[in-house]
């Protein structure tokens, strides 16, 4: 597999993508269908964004716990929205220990029926409230059709879960658990998000509003990146969440959930890659700068090596990520490839002439060849590095938004709506109705992604029917 060339991202988006994950060592095929090993340098990237992701957290005042795998099956189908939803996706637990169970065990879809069952007897009193809760795990979803981190049988996420006093209060948790999410996308991976909120048949089961970021990857297609439910009281009322009020009386809590799982290294994969590979942002790549001797005599190997050892602790000392390329009989060409598949933001290459001139060759994995290219210093070099490395993900950042505002157009009518499922996103008036969404997704393929928080046209007339519509939203086919 990797003596054969790398299909182009033109050629064949899908198939570029699995092999750039494979070849990336990023991870690998499970033997249990649709399930996936993530390889060391995959799990690297998830532990960057988890890390990015639970600071954020930890500053909203949440605090992480874990709840069971195992769930009763009662628990799921007491939300009757939810058992609807998840019932085809559940993966049921029916013999331990070689007997069989009394009642089934269910592999956690997600936990909102665990949780509420802790809720309920953990809160009392308003002082009680609110409870913030992330969690950190895997899920089970039989999912038909899957794909390396896209979508897998079992995921790696955080969900988070909390309980409140009010409406208004559990609407502010959903709404700023969403800001941290589009902050994060941004800040960190680079990645331009829509945030909106979702249409009534594609909100989460067992929620009454979900929000969502939507971001565009690099063939067009739409993918669904964080989400943030306000559960209203359904799950108060199914799980007896109540808390006695300041007058004494006992009311049901408001309860929100959100989340963000592996897929989103698949989208960092999708928004920024190119037909050699990964291009991963600094901010959350395993390894942001790699450093590559060479060299030909032992001689030279000596002191090349010497001077990219000094240079690997420069770096290490304000806490760059780097990697220096020791691996014996493979040429330097093999490894420049070999680090431009993977992604890595900064190549050093350094040389005896380097060596002797007190320089280094950085090279930019955003712009490959020539252009990428600049001897520099080696005097000083960490704050030379630490400030391309702040360039590389802003460039990324803007080339994606420049990427996806070409992509994205505002069509006149349904027929250049149905043009513009096939390159990007449409935004267009929607009226609400199910129907008209339903049959729009019959007929294109394209599903309502959101219906974005930022409205710039004001009303207009529904894309599809012609009645009036008071919002835009989003429309695009999506993995």
């Not at 490894?335 to 290459?349: A, H, Q, S, T, Y």
Request: aromatic fraction near 10%; hydrophobic fraction near 40%; proline fraction near 5%.
């Amino acid at each position: 597999m990797a003596d054969r060339k790398l299909p182009t991202r033109a050629e064949d988006f899908a198939e570029w993508y699995n092999q750039v994950v494979l070849r990336a060592e990023m991870a690998d095929y499970a033997p249990v269908r649709g399930c996936m090993i993530v390889r060391p340098y995959g799990w690297a990237l998830w532990e960057n964004i988890t890390a990015g992701l639970d600071r954020r957290f930890k500053a909203t005042g949440h605090m992480n716990a874990a709840f069971p795998l195992l769930i009763p099956r009662s628990f799921i189908d007491k939300e009757k929205h939810h058992v609807a939803g998840f019932s085809p996706e559940l993966a049921v637990v029916t013999i331990g220990g070689g007997e069989e169970l009394e009642e089934p065990l269910v592999i956690r879809p997600t936990s909102e029926t665990i949780i509420g069952h802790a809720y309920a007897k953990w809160i009392q009193s308003y002082r009680d409230l609110p409870v913030l809760i992330n969690q950190w795990n895997s899920v089970v979803r039989w999912e038909l059709r899957t794909k390396l981190f896209l979508r897998t049988l079992e995921f790696f996420w955080q969900e988070g879960h909390t309980a409140h006093a009010t409406l208004e209060e559990a609407e502010a948790e959903t709404r700023q658990m969403l800001d941290i999410y589009t902050d994060f996308a941004v800040r960190d991976a680079a990645i331009p998000v829509i945030p909106g909120r979702k249409s009534d048949s594609e909100k989460f089961a067992g929620a009454d509003i979900t929000y969502s970021i939507e971001a565009m990857m690099g063939d067009g297609k739409a993918l669904q990146s964080g989400t943030s439910h306000n559960l209203g009281q359904n799950f108060a009322k199914a799980f007896d969440i109540k808390y006695l009020d300041k007058g004494g009386v006992h009311q049901f809590c408001w309860t929100t959930s959100w989340g963000l799982s592996t897929r989103f290294v698949g989208a960092i994969v999708m928004v920024h890659g190119d037909d050699q590979g990964l291009i991963l942002p600094p901010r959350v790549a395993p390894y942001q700068v790699v450093i590559v001797p060479i060299f030909k005599s032992d001689e030279e190997k000596a002191a090349v090596f010497d001077a990219a050892r000094k240079i690997r602790n420069e770096l290490v000392a304000v806490d760059i990520r780097v990697k220096m390329d020791e691996r014996d009989g493979m040429s330097p060409g093999f490894k420049f490839n070999d680090w431009e598949m993977r992604g890595v933001p900064l190549r050093i290459e350094l040389g005896p002439k380097d060596v002797a001139g007190g320089s280094a060759v950085l090279a930019r994995r955003d712009r490959p060849g020539r252009e990428g290219k600049a001897s520099v210093a080696q005097q000083g070099i960490a704050s030379v590095v630490a400030k391309l490395l702040s360039e590389i993900q802003g460039a990324l950042f803007q080339r994606a938004l420049d990427f996806r505002k070409s992509n994205t157009l505002v069509p006149k009518d349904y027929n250049e709506f149905k043009l513009a499922v096939e390159k990007g996103f449409a935004l267009s008036h929607w009226c609400g109705s199910a129907d008209c969404e339903a049959k729009i997704k019959e007929e294109t393929k394209a599903t309502m992604r959101c219906i974005p928080l930022e409205q710039t046209a004001g009303p207009g007339e529904c894309v599809y029917c012609g009645q009036a519509a008071p919002e835009q939203a989003l429309f695009a086919k999506a993995y």
